[in-house]
């Protein structure tokens, strides 16, 4: 029996040397989805670091990212394979007049073989002769019918290409599922996988990944973005900043040369549409910082 | 073995009581499976065991499958493994006292929602029943037996069957269409050397609506609220996109309509969260609530709310509005029932809910069997 402290030790330490600053309850998930080679779906509000999650790994395995973006209406052409139909095409036209009964089987079997065929993420991943990072990205905005074609995939490692039979990974490959919850996903996809939610970092944690990605950020710069932001994320928005927009943030403002923030209003108004997406949010973040000075200046 | 100083504990009592907490679970209606309880033993044999933060965190991630099971995994896990770790030689003589949940004990049912129906009394009550013609017209106060709430529920079938479906992004082929499907035709065209006999088309699948459904059951609502839950769960169970909340004076989910949800899960959910029943109607509050957590994600563009409310509130109107004007933002369309709308003369309007008309794109009633087909034809128009 291993102990499973050092080897979670050790792939957090991994991880942050990649850039990416984990909390225990995450190393643990990575691990497990190396110990047991199952999928792990991580679910949370967009821009906390989900599919970063899946770069990282990538780059702690020496491995290839595959990356699956998912959207409503995508098939197994687009996920699986398909077939180069007009190679396949010119192939049938090229030995047309020269065909006969003896080699008219071989020409079938000729076009319907691995030179015709287009690998798409998921049978790439599979086929791979080499460890793949597979990352399956904010699979709740595809639809159910591509839900039902995961399954096979995820619970077997396996694709069927009825011309050619039954490919069966090599090295299982790391899968990573996103989902932003735009839609409930199913349950039967859910089973197939471990499971981990990603929440909005504490301010401690935060200041530990804007520090890690953006070294030459000031110590008191950082403690003010982070604490603002921080201070944001209690506010009623609609949407609410996660740590790319914190990142983004910072990035701007280090671009820009302001080293400070206090009595800095104007840079935080100007570079806002970092954190701020919508209209709404905006306003209602310059509102309450008017009716603050407001109060502030009142007798 | 190394072994927690914090954590004297024996292997084989911890693994015993797996199974113990895997029914907790199950109970508490997470979806373990036979895999996760798999995933799970092996997680518990290969060394977590021993480090009471780790097996929690590997148990966490092999059996949870949702953000609201991964939210409620640490109380459980906790209440559930706390005896075990403290006290290893406990001999479990109070095993089936700890496989209940601590709230369990308390949980009381809900006056007006309980099984043993006060439907009876009810019957007592019940005028001019026998002609549907008359029973349609009644308002469901004064109607509510049981043939009637059977033929409530078969013209909710049939409204459920006649709803259209509304077109999406993915396309099947089809032998007729606007859209050629070159991929395909070139597919097809192998057979014939290259040359496109037959050209297949693409068509766009039709799928069906979805709906958010917010039900009033605070005191004043009584009556129908029992009639609108029902209503509620034949919807759901037509509509697996749809999803039910509940508030009086807070907001609880009921559930969403792909878990097949029986009379029973509703009213186990409506047990659940009985505080606020006697305490009026807070809502204002409770929309906000629902537009800070569940509505960002469940209220989508393509979604219809509907709103099951008498519209009293302890608020007043003006806090209502800016949460209506989210909700209308966001969802596709809002319709607003309100029962009481029936007491009300044709054209006048109920006072307190004059604000809130800009933001309802309808306001029916649906307090009585013909308010409540006109709701259904509400609900079916595009």
Not at chain 2, 35 to 57: F, K, P
Not at chain 2, 108 to 133: M, P, V, W, Y
Request: charged share 25%; net charge negative; glycine share 4%.
């Amino acid at each position: 029996m291993t102990d499973p402290i050092d080897p979670q030790v050790t792939l957090r330490d991994q991880l942050r040397e990649t850039g990416y600053i984990a909390d225990p309850a995450l190393v643990s998930s990575l691990h497990l989805m190396r110990v047991l080679e199952k999928p792990l779906l991580i679910e949370g509000e967009a821009g906390v670091g989900k599919t970063d999650v899946a770069k990282s790994l990538a780059a702690i395995h020496h491995a290839p990212l595959l990356r699956l973006q998912c959207y409503e209406g995508l098939d197994a052409h687009h996920a699986l394979y398909d077939w180069d139909y007009k190679r396949q095409l010119l192939a049938i036209q090229l030995a047309g007049k020269q065909l006969s009964n003896s080699n008219s089987a071989e020409l079938k079997s000729a076009v319907y073989s691995d030179e015709y065929l287009l690998q798409r993420p998921l049978l790439a991943a599979i086929r791979s002769p080499e460890p793949v990072v597979l990352l399956i990205d904010e699979v709740d905005r595809a639809d159910e019918e591509f839900e039902a074609l995961l399954l096979e995939v995820l619970s077997d490692f396996q694709i069927s290409v009825p011309e050619l039979g039954t490919y069966t990974a090599i090295h299982r490959p790391l899968v990573v599922l996103t989902s932003n919850g735009v839609r409930e996903i199913s349950d039967a996809l859910r089973r197939r996988c471990l499971y981990h939610y990603v929440d909005y970092p504490s301010a401690a944690a935060e200041l530990n990944i804007v520090k890690a990605r953006l070294p030459e950020l000031s110590q008191a710069l950082a403690h003010q973005v982070v604490n603002y932001v921080q201070t944001l994320r209690q506010s009623q928005l609609r949407k609410t900043p996660g740590v790319a927009e914190t990142l983004d943030w910072a990035a701007a403002l280090i671009g820009l040369g302001i080293n400070d923030l206090t009595d800095n209003s104007d840079a935080i108004e100007n570079t806002l549409t970092c954190l701020l997406k919508t209209r709404e949010d905006r306003d209602f973040v310059l509102r309450t910082k008017n009716n603050t000075q407001n109060d502030a200046n009142s007798p | 073995m190394p072994t927690h100083p914090e954590l004297p504990i024996h292997q084989d009592t911890v693994l015993e009581r797996l199974g113990g907490f895997i029914t907790l679970l199950r109970q508490e209606r997470f979806l373990c499976d036979t895999s996760s309880t798999l995933n799970a033993l092996q997680v518990a044999t290969s060394g977590y065991i021993e480090h009471r933060l780790q097996l929690r965190m590997g148990l966490r991630a092999c059996l949870c499958h949702s953000k609201d099971e991964w939210i409620r995994f640490d109380e459980l896990f906790n209440f559930y493994w706390r005896s075990t770790y403290s006290d290893t030689e406990n001999n479990h003589s109070n095993n089936n006292d700890n496989n209940q949940p601590p709230e369990e004990s308390s949980r009381n049912r809900l006056i007006g929602f309980s099984a043993s129906s006060d439907d009876q009394d009810l019957d007592k009550n019940i005028t001019g029943a026998g002609d549907f013609k008359s029973i349609s017209l009644a308002d469901f106060r004064f109607v509510f037996d049981k043939q009637q709430m059977q033929h409530i529920e078969t013209l909710v079938d049939s409204l459920s069957q006649r709803m259209r479906r509304e077109r999406r992004r993915r396309m099947k082929p089809s032998h007729t269409g606007s859209q050629l499907d070159l991929r395909r035709s070139q597919q097809r065209a192998l057979a014939t050397g290259g040359t496109l006999r037959e050209l297949t088309y693409r068509k766009p699948i039709k799928r069906l609506p979805s709906f958010v459904l917010l039900l009033d059951v605070s005191q004043s609502m009584e009556v129908y609220s029992k009639l609108f839950l029902r209503f509620t769960r034949q919807l759901m169970s037509e509509f697996d996109r749809s999803s039910a909340y509940a508030f009086n004076t807070e907001l609880f989910p009921l559930g969403t309509g792909s878990r097949r949800l029986s009379e029973n899960d509703f009213e186990l959910a409506m047990n659940e969260y009985n505080k606020g029943w006697l305490g009026g109607t807070r809502i204002a509050d409770c929309f906000n609530v629902f537009n800070n957590g569940f509505g960002k994600h469940a209220i989508t563009s393509k979604t219809t709310l509907v709103i099951f409310s008498d519209g009293y509130d302890t608020a007043k109107p003006e806090k209502l509005i800016p949460e209506m004007e989210t909700l209308q933002r966001r969802a596709r369309r809002v319709v607003w029932v309100n029962p009481l709308l029936g007491r009300f003369e044709e054209n006048e309007i109920d006072p307190k809910m004059d604000p809130l008309q800009p933001f309802i794109d309808n306001y029916c009633s649906g307090h009585n069997l013909a308010a409540l087909k006109e709701l259904g034809q509400v609900l079916t128009s595009s």
